[in-house]
């Protein structure tokens, strides 16, 4: 195997183990907890490349799925990605594609911004929908108890990862994965 194919086969791993850690970085402020996994996940999906960003997320869900403690709180098993909070879960590889697909190593700091917000709806539609068909939520209670509390923390994380993605980028131009933009 080349280095090149390695390379690509650890991008994910390493994406997977960022969103893991950063998972554990919780706290509750009522039903749902505050955690900086939409924070990982915007930054894996604003620096890697679709497929590497999305395929990150989707190895984060399978390690969750077999029972390893990488959701928020130290959650694991596949009762989790069925369970009320499953909806934000379920929504990342669609927020890194989406993501991952906007932004890329020239991106101005508004549109970084911008591609996370839009994948950050993304997440919160998936919540929203999780807590009412499978938490039992009525609508409304959804929207009150799983977006209306994280809009402006979710804001300031994608604040953070448009002004740190831009010298993260800088400092991995001199690899070709990060030196050319996302098309290739």
């Known amino acids: 195997m080349n280095k090149n194919k390695a390379f690509l086969l650890a991008l994910p791993a390493i994406g997977a183990a960022f969103l893991a850690v950063l998972s554990q970085l919780s706290f509750s402020i009522g039903t749902i907890p505050i955690t900086l996994q939409t924070f990982a996940v915007g930054l894996i999906a604003t620096i890697f490349k679709p497929r590497e960003a999305v395929l990150s997320t989707i190895l984060y869900l399978l390690l969750g799925a077999v029972g390893l403690p990488v959701f928020a709180g130290g959650s694991g098993g596949i009762q989790v990605l069925f369970g009320p909070l499953a909806g934000y879960l379920w929504a990342y590889p669609f927020f890194a594609l989406v993501t991952s697909s906007l932004t890329h190593k020239d991106s101005p700091f508004y549109m970084i911004f911008i591609a996370n917000v839009l994948g950050d709806v993304l997440v919160f539609d998936g919540g929203i929908l999780g807590l009412h068909f499978l938490g039992g939520f ?26 740190i993605s831009i010298p993260i980028f800088r400092s991995l131009a001199f690899h070709p994965y990060f030196s050319d933009n996302k098309n290739g």
């Open 138 to 163: 009525d609508f409304f209670k959804s929207v009150a108890v799983g977006l209306t509390p994280f809009i402006l923390p979710d804001l300031l994380k994608m604040v953070a990862i448009a002004i």
